[in-house]
Each structure stands twice: as structure tokens, then as C-alpha cells.
Nanobody, 125 residues
């Protein structure tokens, strides 16, 4: 059984930084698409950053120069470094992994099969 577990998150003031980590277990192989998604209560889930199976990276436009996604295939871990965070209400950030046959997933949430429970982030002004 594949499990995705996030860690990190928390509260920070605007302009600050936070790091998220995600570890996948029970998944054979290491080269698969992974991504970070965010969801505000009452709104649709949206993609933040993703790494495809061959290492290509995609960012949502508003985070391109502030966030950095990275992946450690050996550890089956995904990371998101978030700098210069903007003020917002509590947001859930989720890590996701696609099935191994998916070569390109990008920021399309429907292409991901395995999801973590999420990590809450609050950025105060």
C-alpha cells in the first residue's frame, strides 16, 4: 500500500519562509511524477509545483521565483522550499505521486493517484 506523508508547514509572518517535506512508502521504483498542491477551504485544489518522471519541473506562475521544488529519488522524498510567503488564511498543502506509467503529470491534479493528508500553512500579515 502506497503512503504519502507530509511534514513541515506551520505559521509564519508574511515575507518569511517555510519548508515542506514528503516521503512516499510502499511504492516500487523511484522515478515517478510528484507534485505539491494547495487547497483553500471552499475553493478548488490548485497545483503549486511539480517534478515529472524525468526531472522536468513546473511551477504555478505566482510562485516561480519564490518556491523551489526538489526530489530525492533515493529517499523517495519530495521537498518544497517556500520563500517570501504572501499573507493568506490557512491553506492545506498536499503532496501527491502519480502512477508509475504516467510520464508527464505537471500541475494537473487528476493525473496523480496517491495523496498525502496535507500540511497546514498560515501566513499572517
Amino acid at each position: 500500500q502506497v503512503q504519502v506523508v507530509e511534514s513541515g508547514g506551520g505559521s509564519v509572518q508574511a515575507g518569511g519562509s517555510l519548508n515542506l517535506s514528503c516521503v512516499v512508502s510502499g511504492y516500487a521504483g523511484s522515478r515517478y511524477c510528484m507534485g505539491w498542491f494547495r487547497q483553500v477551504p471552499g475553493k478548488q485544489r490548485e497545483g503549486v509545483a511539480a517534478i515529472d518522471h524525468d526531472g522536468d519541473i513546473e511551477y504555478e506562475d505566482s510562485v516561480k521565483v519564490r518556491f523551489t521544488i526538489s526530489k530525492d529519488n533515493a529517499k523517495k522524498a519530495l521537498y518544497l522550499q517556500m520563500n517570501n510567503l504572501k499573507p493568506e488564511i490557512t491553506v492545506m498543502y498536499c503532496c501527491a505521486a502519480a502512477a508509475s506509467f504516467v510520464l508527464l503529470a505537471g500541475l494537473h491534479s487528476h493525473k496523480y493517484r496517491y495523496w498525502g493528508q496535507g500540511a497546514l500553512i498560515t501566513v499572517s500579515s
